[in-house]
């Protein structure tokens, strides 16, 4: 048994005068909801199944506990404390509330869901470091789009392909990391995706690409050989991205992807990571304004 238990949740919430934004001058509302069996309010979150990404059971949590459908946004800070002698995180986001959710039906875990304002939401909550966790939101409550910086999944090492490096498939493990992936990038609500022309990179998100119904734009500019030709037309793109404010994923490569971090992050407002990914592993970047203003790389 693992000494470590991981869960996950969301701060949901909603513009508190009926507008679409909430920002610094405005109290949004927050959901809270009240637990039977410990007779407390709280945050909805739950554990992290065996074998699903934290992103996804973020919203299969908050689904299961409101009935909204939502779309994570910025990283929260995370929660932890021991629970039996184990440790337990649990990692949080901020998540704009499902206007068509319809109304709660109590059930045996959750009994009751309420939009509170923020303060009233603060003072109703039961523990202190979740009120942390809404006061990390209400301290910058602006709504963000996501830009996800993806490498590709594990593919046929070089040494065992003697065809032309573009065409270097995904090995079987490759193949099952890349319909895995599908699950959280739904989470963060993407909505394009764009990969290098490499058959690694395009194998990795074709699935994901499917399931959604969306095109999936090929770009030999986010090739290992595209930018190492002409590395400006890979910022450029990246720069267009950003500036566009789309839900985005851009899958390249292990040797282009500091390059596209670097170019992405130009005026940020966060610390900009610098450790190389695994394979099928993403940063994503949380977009508010036309500069990134945080950033999360999720197990």
């Given at each position: 048994?693992?000494?470590?238990?991981?869960?996950?949740?969301?701060v949901?919430?909603?513009?508190?005068?009926?507008?679409?934004?909430?920002?610094a001058g405005?109290?949004?509302?927050?959901?809270?909801?009240?637990?039977?069996?410990?007779?407390?309010?709280?945050?909805?979150?739950?554990?992290?199944?065996?074998?699903?990404?934290?992103?996804?059971?973020?919203?299969?949590?908050?689904?299961?506990?409101?009935?909204?459908?939502?779309?994570?946004?910025?990283?929260?800070?995370a929660?932890?404390?021991?629970?039996?002698g184990?440790?337990?995180?649990?990692?949080?986001?901020?998540?704009?509330?499902?206007?068509?959710?319809?109304?709660?039906?109590?059930?045996?875990?959750?009994?009751?869901?309420?939009?509170?304002?923020?303060?009233?939401?603060?003072?109703?909550?039961?523990?202190?470091?979740?009120?942390?966790?809404?006061?990390?939101?209400?301290?910058?409550?602006?709504?963000?789009?996501?830009?996800?910086?993806?490498?590709?999944?594990?593919?046929?090492?070089?040494?065992?392909?003697?065809?032309?490096?573009?065409?270097?498939?995904?090995?079987?493990?490759?193949?099952?990391?890349?319909?895995?992936?599908?699950?959280?990038?739904?989470?963060?609500?993407?909505?394009?995706?764009v990969?290098?022309?490499?058959?690694?990179?395009?194998?990795?998100?074709?699935?994901?690409?499917e399931?959604?119904?969306v095109?999936?734009?090929?770009?030999?500019?986010?090739?290992?050989?595209?930018?190492?030709?002409?590395?400006?037309?890979?910022?450029?793109?990246?720069?267009?991205?950003?500036?566009?404010?789309?839900?985005?994923?851009?899958?390249?490569?292990?040797?282009?992807?500091?390059?596209?971090v670097?170019?992405?992050?130009?005026?940020?407002?966060?610390?900009?990571?610098?450790?190389?990914?695994?394979?099928?592993?993403?940063?994503?970047?949380?977009?508010?304004?036309?500069?990134?203003?945080?950033i999360?790389?999720?197990?």
């Amino acid at each position: 048994m693992s000494s470590r238990i991981v869960a996950a949740g969301a701060v949901v919430w909603r513009p508190g005068d009926g507008g679409e934004r909430a920002s610094a001058g405005d109290e949004p509302e927050i959901c809270v909801i009240h637990r039977p069996r410990h007779d407390d309010w709280s945050l909805p979150k739950g554990k992290v199944e065996r074998g699903e990404h934290v992103l996804a059971a973020a919203v299969r949590e908050v689904l299961e506990e409101t009935g909204h459908h939502v779309r994570l946004g910025r990283p929260l800070p995370a929660v932890r404390y021991k629970v039996g002698g184990r440790r337990k995180t649990v990692y949080f986001w901020a998540a704009r509330a499902d206007d068509a959710a319809p109304p709660w039906a109590a059930t045996s875990e959750v009994d009751e869901v309420r939009f509170l304002p923020a303060r009233r939401a603060l003072a109703e909550l039961s523990y202190d470091d979740e009120r942390a966790v809404v006061q990390a939101f209400l301290n910058d409550p602006r709504p963000t789009t996501p830009l996800v910086l993806l490498r590709h999944t594990a593919a046929v090492p070089r040494h065992k392909w003697s065809g032309d490096d573009v065409r270097r498939p995904l090995t079987k493990a490759g193949h099952a990391a890349a319909k895995a992936l599908i699950a959280p990038l739904s989470a963060v609500g993407a909505e394009r995706v764009v990969s290098s022309d490499a058959v690694r990179c395009s194998e990795s998100v074709r699935g994901f690409a499917e399931a959604h119904g969306v095109e999936l734009e090929l770009d030999a500019d986010l090739s290992e050989r595209g930018h190492a030709a002409a590395p400006e037309r890979a910022r450029a793109l990246i720069r267009k991205i950003v500036a566009d404010g789309r839900p985005t994923v851009v899958c390249s490569h292990r040797p282009v992807l500091p390059f596209l971090v670097r170019a992405a992050t130009e005026g940020a407002e966060c610390a900009v990571p610098t450790a190389t990914l695994p394979p099928g592993r993403f940063h994503v970047l949380h977009v508010a304004d036309g500069r990134v203003i945080a950033i999360d790389t999720p197990e």
